[in-house]
C-alpha cells in the first residue's frame, strides 16, 4: 500500500490551516523540522507543530532535521504526532529513542543522508515502523531527485522484507510526476513531495495523480 505524504515546506507558512484544508485526500501532513544547525536552514519546532497539530486531522509525520534528537524527538511524540523521524547522524542511542517514541504512541523512524550509509545502522530496523531514505541533501525543497539513492531505496527494502513488510519505506526529495516511478520500483512505499504538491494549483489533485501512478 503506497501512500502520499505531502511536505508542507513548500506551503504558505502565513496560512498553513488554509493550506491544510487543500490536502484533504493525504495519507499524512509531512512537517519537516529544521535547527540551522543539523542543516542550513531553519522552519518551524514544537509550538508551531502543535497549532499544526490542532488545525488537522489528518496524521502528522514529523521529520526532524535537528541535532541531539535524543533530547528533542519525544516532545514531538507527546505532542500527539503521529510518527516522528529522527536523522540517525543525530541520534547517540538510536535504540532507546525509537523505544521512548514508541512508548508515547507514536510511529519510530530514522531517516539516512544520501552520504550515509544503511548497512551498518540495519540492525534497529527491527524496532522502528519506518525507514527514510533521503533523496536530496536534507535543508531545501525544490532540488532534484538524486538517481545515486535507488540502490540505497533498495537496500532499505530488502531489509524491510527480511523483517516481514512492517516497516514503511519513505523518500523524501525531488519526488514528482517524473521520479515517482523510479522510487517505486526500487520500493519505496512513501513518498513525501513538496513542491509536487503545493506548487500545483490543486494540491489534492496533485496528491491523486502521484498516488495513481504508484498504486496502478
Ligand atoms: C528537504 C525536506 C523535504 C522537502 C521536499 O530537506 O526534507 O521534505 O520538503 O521538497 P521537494 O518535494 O520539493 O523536494
Ligand atoms: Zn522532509
Redesign the pocket.
Known amino acids: 500500500m503506497s501512500a502520499i505524504h505531502p ?1 508542507i ?2 506551503a504558505d507558512f502565513a496560512n498553513l490551516a488554509q493550506e491544510l484544508a487543500r490536502i484533504p485526500s493525504a495519507d499524512a501532513v ?1 512537517v ?1 523540522v529544521m535547527d540551522n544547525h543539523f ?1 542550513p536552514n531553519l522552519t518551524l519546532g514544537l509550538p508551531v507543530v502543535k497549532a499544526i497539530r490542532s488545525a488537522t486531522t489528518l496524521p502528522l509525520d514529523i ?1 526532524l ?1 535537528i541535532d541531539d534528537a535524543d533530547r528533542w524527538a519525544p516532545e514531538y511524540a507527546e505532542a500527539g504526532c503521529e510518527s516522528v523521524t529522527f536523522h540517525i547522524e543525530a541520534a547517540a542511542r538510536p535504540g532507546a529513542l525509537a523505544r521512548d517514541l514508541r512508548s508515547h504512541g507514536a510511529q519510530a523512524a530514522m531517516a539516512v543522508k544520501p552520504g550515509t550509509s544503511l548497512e551498518p545502522h540495519l540492525k534497529i530496523l527491527s524496532e522502528l515502523d519506518m525507514v527514510l531514505i533521503m533523496t ?1 541533501e ?6 532534484s531527485f538524486m538517481e545515486s539513492t535507488l540502490p540505497k531505496i533498495a537496500a532499505a527494502r530488502r531489509a524491510a522484507d527480511d523483517l516481514g513488510g512492517h516497516v514503511a519505506v519513505q523518500v ?4 514528482s510526476r517524473d521520479t515517482i516511478l523510479r522510487a517505486a520500483e526500487a520500493g519505496a512505499d512513501t513518498f ?5 504538491v503545493f506548487g500545483s494549483t490543486d494540491p489534492d489533485e496533485a496528491v491523486s495523480a502521484l498516488r495513481s501512478m504508484v498504486r496502478a
Request: hydrophobic residues 40%.
Open positions: 511536505s515546506l513548500s509531512h519537516d542543516v521529520h532535521m536530496v536534507p535543508g531545501f525543497g525544490g532540488q523524501d526529495g525531488g519526488i513525501v513531495a513538496g513542491s509536487a
